[in-house]
Nanobody, 116 residues
Framework: VQLQASGGGLVQAGGSLRLSCAAS????????MGWYRQAPGKQRELVAAIRSSGRTNYADSVKGRFTISRDNAKNTVYLQMNNLKPEDAAVYYC???????????WGQGTQVTVSS
């Protein structure tokens, strides 16, 4: 398994979750890592990304609430999600993108459900 996501679940609005994605070393250290999400009937969208340099970017809808980080020693990327809202509910996917941008690897997805 190259990308293994975990940490999803059911949480009340205002609550927090932390997603983790463990990657094979070959697709982690030099790659940009990201979290995407897809809600029913909607397109998959970028939530947050972190470059191999550590530079981050976020979707406007999650700025100030979500934090992406990576642990290069553990080949793991995290998404700390605070103050969750019902509209954050979706299947969250971990992504690894090669340095050339030509190859994408995807995890299996983890469900996040937010009750109001």
């Amino acid at each position: 398994v190259q990308l293994q996501a975990s940490g999803g679940g059911l949480v009340q609005a205002g609550g927090s979750l932390r997603l983790s994605c463990a990657a094979s070393r070959s697709i982690f250290s030099a790659n940009d890592m990201g979290w995407y999400r897809q809600a029913p009937g909607k397109q998959r969208e970028l939530v947050a990304a972190i470059r191999s340099s550590g530079r981050t970017n976020y979707a406007d809808s999650v700025k100030g609430r979500f934090t992406i980080s990576r642990d290069n020693a553990k080949n793991t990327v995290y998404l700390q999600m605070n103050n969750l809202k019902p509209e954050d509910a979706a299947v969250y996917y971990c992504n690894s993108r090669s340095p050339t941008g030509r190859i994408d690897y995807w995890g299996q997805g983890t469900q996040v459900t937010v009750s109001s």
